[in-house]
């Protein structure tokens, strides 16, 4: 492999990914000179908008594959889904990669990033997940280097292969601390976000939700590599991660019943109101749909699997949403919707994450590999 | 002591000289697009407006009155927002002013998240954007001194003093006078704040939140962290110890395969 050359195919598609790549990085670079004013439409009611929403809280929880799938592989060694074990971890090293783009973006002080750091504000939950979200994003790019030096200074793929096992397990308690520490942002905003999401619980409700939307998104993900690299995994592969992902969720149901009966709360689940609405959807839709599909027979085929997968992480995209935007509407006044310049930061840093993973599969082997190492 | 302020809303008149004398002692731009005074949909806190006077046409006692709000960091005892800030740019003196650390700010925003008064604000117009809230003139404070808006106000609406003894003033002044409301705004608060107020018309017809409760907001977050390290130290044992058992369990199914076959 390593006489051929690098390679990286040209389509359509990947031409439009590159020029929506080529405005995000126009516009970033307007926006670190600038400021966010410009750029953004936030304001003082709403400090937060669509990239802190979607690029970071959504983006680290749509990466939960990445975990999910050390724990079920690595750990403990289900090795029948080795196969989608890199293309998975892939996927979540980009993910987190654009989430650090994501909030660089955002900081005002972005050249001030690293001071937590030195100054430690460690009664802050974001202390929490700046540490882990760093630290996570340093041990998948060592986990990668199992897999770069596959082909690139091959004399350090043994030191890789054999630091792997420790690799793993540090790079699950990372993600387990700050994908819940994630909705501990939000246990401060007890009086601004709406009783329906704001709960003691909600740190356990984004884990929960990381980790199960791992299987879907590998659903999903397959699905578009397997049509684009005529490499199909395994139905039953895929139904067996889906299953797994299937009874987190009922646990997820359980708890969001359970929470919402213990802070007395079902009027609100009913009452009509937007709110209400968009809680009612996220989770009709983004949990108890997927959990019949996963469940009965219509996980049996790929198309089936495909819209579970869909469903879950719409779901999840959804309930993040619902956090930063329509659960803390109420109690801001003014109005925000992101502006032109801020979804196209948005759309090309997933175009970016798009071109970098198809060259990464072109290029190593991520999506056919047999080897079964410890 | 912590230093504080008690506010008497019965005796503004809503002359502004409070907020003129932050601008000037504090170097804040005058704008006519952001003014201090007025009522609250114009009269807003911004990055500029570290203090601002809200005019209130309120219905009492079957007629029209006119209240005045001044507005400005409450610099509570256990702040939000500093406890949410991860780079410590905000923290409370043990003076009583909550302090802002501009060479610390990552410029993240929690601490408007935080806030449950909504009183940080950001300088969205910069290139480098900083937060930006009242400082209670802690320079002054420091000095035993009040801050200014409170030392040049006509009306003698501000005492300043040690927080605890202006509380006991403040409950003797409801206790005395029926126009009171019988609620002193900043005693419990989100845990109390340095700032007190007494008014004759309820807190909520000024714009004040009155649905807060009175556990400071760093418990929840303090209730969550403390489990981390437990957390962390034992979820690696039990990953680990799983690594171990399910590695040893396939060798053994496998060796047992390679015996039948």
Known sequence: MAAQGWSFRMTPIRKLLILLATICVGVCIFRLATGLGLVTNLNDEWPWGLWIGFDVLTGVALAGGGYFTAIVVHVLHRHQYHIIARSAMLTSLLGYLLVMAGLFLDIGQWFNFWRPFVSWGHTSVLFEVFWCVSCYTTVQVLEFGEIFTERVGKKWHTIFKNAMPVLMIVGIIFPTLHQSSLGGLYLIAVDKLYPLWWSTLIPYFFLISSFFVGPAMICVESTLAGNAYKHKVPVEVLRGLAKIGGWFMVLYLALKLFDLSNRNVWDLVFAGNLESTMFLIELLFGVIIPILIVFSGMSKSRSGLFIYGLLVSGGVILNRMNVVFTGMSGKTGGSYFPSIWEWSVSIGLVAIGVLVYCFVVENFRILEHEEHHA | ?261
């Not at chain 2, 807003?44 to 407006?49: D, E, G, M, S, V």
């Not at chain 2, 006991?168 to 029926?178: G, H």
Request: glycine content about 6%.
């Open chain 2, 1 to 261: 002591m912590a230093k504080g302020v008690l506010v008497d809303l019965t005796k503004c008149i809503g002359c502004g000289s409070c907020t003129v004398a932050c601008k000037l002692w504090n170097d804040k731009k005058f704008s006519v697009e952001e003014p201090t005074v007025g009522p609250a949909a114009i009269a807003k806190l911004t990055a500029n407006n570290w203090t601002v006077v809200q005019h209130n046409e309120i219905k009492k006692d079957n007629e029209t009155v006119w209240r005045f709000a001044k507005k400005q960091c409450l610099h509570c005892q256990d702040p939000a927002c500093a406890s949410a800030c991860f780079a410590k740019a905000l923290q409370k003196t043990k003076e009583g002013p909550v302090i802002y650390y501009p060479h610390l700010c990552v410029g993240c925003r929690y601490c408007m998240i935080a806030c449950p008064f909504n009183v940080p604000k950001y300088e969205w117009d910069k290139a480098f954007p900083l937060v930006s809230k009242c400082q209670m003139c802690s320079t002054k404070v420091d000095k035993g001194e009040a801050p200014a808006c409170v030392s040049v106000c006509p009306a003698g609406v501000f005492q300043f003093g040690e927080r605890e003894k202006l509380l006991q003033e403040a409950k003797s002044i409801i206790a005395k006078d029926i126009n009171y409301v019988k609620d002193i705004y900043g005693e419990q608060q989100a845990g109390g704040t340095s700032w007190l107020y007494i008014s004759d018309v309820p807190f909520e017809q000024l714009g004040f939140r009155t649905d807060l409760g009175t556990v400071p907001l760093s418990t929840y977050s303090h209730n969550f962290l403390k489990y981390t390290p437990v957390v962390a130290v034992s979820w690696g044992i039990i990953l680990t110890g799983l690594y171990h058992y399910t590695k040893r369990r396939n060798t053994i199914s496998e060796e047992n395969k390679n015996v039948k076959l």
